[in-house]
């Protein structure tokens, strides 16, 4: 997990964040978590996006699957983690 303290992610953005050409930044390109989303789908993996409940920021959860444990293991997830 990677967390910080600053506004987060709006719930309106929660579902478009990961779009590719989405940004709330004025500047942003919007290719930075589309490009971190298709890597780590491509691996079997995922990426979800939350409140952190302790630095109120964004909460960003990347999941991989283990090597060696079959397409169905997930990296944090094997034991209902």
């Not at 079997?44 to 991989?64: E, K, Q, T």
């Amino acid at each position: 997990m990677v967390s910080d303290s600053g506004p987060g992610v709006s719930e309106e953005h929660k579902e478009q964040i990961f779009g590719a050409f989405f940004s709330a930044s004025a500047d942003g390109m919007g290719m930075g978590l589309a490009i971190c989303r298709s890597v780590l789908e491509a691996h079997h993996g995922r990426i979800d996006v939350a409140r952190d409940p302790v630095l109120g920021g964004a909460m960003f959860s990347l999941c991989l699957p283990l090597s060696g444990h079959g397409s169905d293991s997930v990296a944090g997830q094997e034991n209902g983690a």
